[in-house]
Structures are given as structure tokens and as C-alpha cells.
């Protein structure tokens, strides 16, 4: 079995934030309004330094800049607006947009330690925010994104190198770890994984489909062509598996049509795979 720890960019995720500010004298900025179109959503956030440091990102390294003065000067939270509609007549947003950000120069850190702390346990977790006029009071987290793949060759090698490169848990079993027509056992996964196999020997698939199955996992996938997408359901069926069961599977995988190289192949499942995680933010 490969494993690959959980590294994904602090710059690209808001859960990095929240956990930096759990650390004593770091403040949190979240975008609790936007007026017009933002290239980031409701919600997000990035967390300031007591020297100034950032972990997260909003923008284009402008804003961040201006909310790092912002929480230094900050003596307690407030909502303020830039861009479109702002006081701030010499400080802009390319885009034209404008956003309401919550400053918070001392966030509430036992409440963000067990927001952390119920993410680290794979559940979903909330933080209020200081009550204030606002599009948003709570902010919700989900888990981040884990993938449980399962099969054999240069396909399965090229999405592991991708989800690690991404910084995206993975874990790749091949057929050494695997006994056919057993389940796989001592593995999990929750309502944020993804289960993607890809096998060529097809009769590898039956028992690791009923396990992923049987789990909350929002994405099931298998490669395979229109006889091995026919064969492998009509041997689901025939175990008693049923059809909304059985709809579950995606098969063809990915979102490029017909992918014939194992590196196409790879960045179509990764994109596919994304795109309906990114579907379950709770602030999309």
C-alpha cells in the first residue's frame, strides 16, 4: 500500500487558516459579503501573523497585504468593506467586486481548536462569527478531500503522482495488497472520499465495488469500456446489490471522453473527482 500524508498548500485552503489561528496573537479574515463577482466564494479565509505572515489567500497579494495593516490596527473585530462601495478611495480590487471582510484580531481560539479538532476527526465542523451585519454568521468546514484508489499500472501510478502533487491524501493499493474476491479489509472511507478503481482485470473490481458500496463515499468510479461497464453490473445485480446501489458507480470515469493515455486519464479523474468535491462546500 502507498500513502501519502496530507499536505495540502496553505495558500489554498481555509482550513489552514482556522488552524493558524488557534495560535495565540494570529487573527482571522473571512469574506462575509460579496457584491458582484469575487474569484473567491463566501466564506473563505486567511489567517494573519503576529509578524505579519499569511497563511491563506483572497486575492492577488494586494488585499492580503491591506488586511495584514487591517488586523494590526484592528482592537477588536468589524466588518469592513473594499473595493466597490469602500472608504478606502485609494485601494481597489481589479475585478470591480466589492467585499465585506470580517477583521478579527482575536478570534476565539477554543472555539477554532475544536472546529480543528472535530476536521482532524473526519467530521464537519462550524465557527460562529462575531455577530454583525453580515451575508454570513456561521462558518462551516467539511473535511478535506481523501482518496482510497485501487488497481494496477502506469494509469494508477500517474493519479497517485497527481493527488500528491495537488497535495491530496491518497492511498493506492495494488494487487499485492489486495486477495481477489475479498473485500478489502482495514480500510474506510467517509462522505468525503472519493473510491476510484483502476483495474484492467476487471474480475478484480466485484468485492472492492461492494465494499466502497457499503460506505458513505461520494464518489465510486471505475475505468472500463461499454462490455466491462455492462459485465461488471450485471455481476453486482446478480449478488443482490441493488440498482440505486448499482447507480452509484461512475463508469466511464472522468471528464474527458474516452482518455487513452494514463496521464489524460489521470487528470480526467482528478478533475472529475474535484469538481463534485468542490460541489459539497457548505458555502459553494
Not at 175 to 200: C, E, I, N, Q, Y
Request: with cysteine; aromatic share 4%; charged share 25%.
Amino acid at each position: 500500500m502507498l500513502a501519502r500524508a496530507d499536505r495540502t498548500p496553505a495558500w489554498a485552503d481555509d482550513r489552514a487558516a482556522l488552524r493558524a489561528a488557534c495560535e495565540p496573537g494570529v487573527g482571522l479574515c473571512t469574506i462575509v459579503g460579496i457584491e458582484g463577482s469575487f474569484s473567491r466564494r463566501l466564506g473563505a479565509q486567511l489567517a494573519v501573523h503576529p509578524d505579519g505572515r499569511i497563511t491563506g489567500s483572497l486575492a492577488d497579494g494586494c488585499l492580503e497585504r491591506q488586511l495584514s495593516s487591517e488586523v494590526a490596527q484592528a482592537s477588536g473585530p468589524v466588518v469592513k468593506r473594499f473595493g466597490s462601495g469602500s472608504e478606502l478611495i485609494d485601494f481597489r480590487l481589479p475585478c470591480g467586486s466589492g467585499l465585506d471582510v470580517l477583521i478579527d484580531p482575536e478570534p476565539d481560539r477554543e472555539a477554532c481548536r475544536a472546529a480543528i479538532a472535530l476536521l482532524d476527526d473526519r467530521q464537519s465542523a462550524s465557527l460562529e462569527l462575531p455577530v454583525m451585519t453580515s451575508d454570513l454568521h456561521t462558518r462551516r468546514y467539511i473535511p478535506a478531500l481523501r482518496l482510497q484508489l485501487f488497481g494496477e499500472g502506469p494509469e494508477l501510478e500517474a493519479l497517485v503522482s497527481l493527488a500528491d502533487a495537488a497535495g491530496i491524501e491518497v492511498s493506492a493499493h495494488g494487487k499485492d495488497a489486495l486477495s481477489l474476491g475479498r473485500r478489502p479489509a482495514g480500510l474506510s472511507a467517509d462522505a468525503w472520499t472519493a473510491a476510484v478503481l483502476l483495474f484492467h482485470d476487471h474480475e478484480w473490481e466485484q468485492a472492492i465495488l461492494e465494499w466502497a458500496l457499503g460506505t458513505p463515499a461520494f464518489y465510486i468510479g471505475a475505468q472500463g469500456g461499454f462490455e466491462a461497464r455492462r459485465t461488471r453490473l450485471e455481476r453486482l445485480a446478480t449478488t443482490g446489490v441493488p440498482a440505486e446501489q448499482r447507480g452509484r458507480i461512475r463508469s466511464p470515469v472522468g471528464v474527458i471522453t474516452h482518455s487513452r493515455e494514463p496521464g489524460v486519464l489521470a487528470l480526467s479523474v482528478l478533475a472529475g473527482v474535484v469538481g463534485e468535491y468542490e460541489a459539497l462546500h457548505p458555502h459553494g
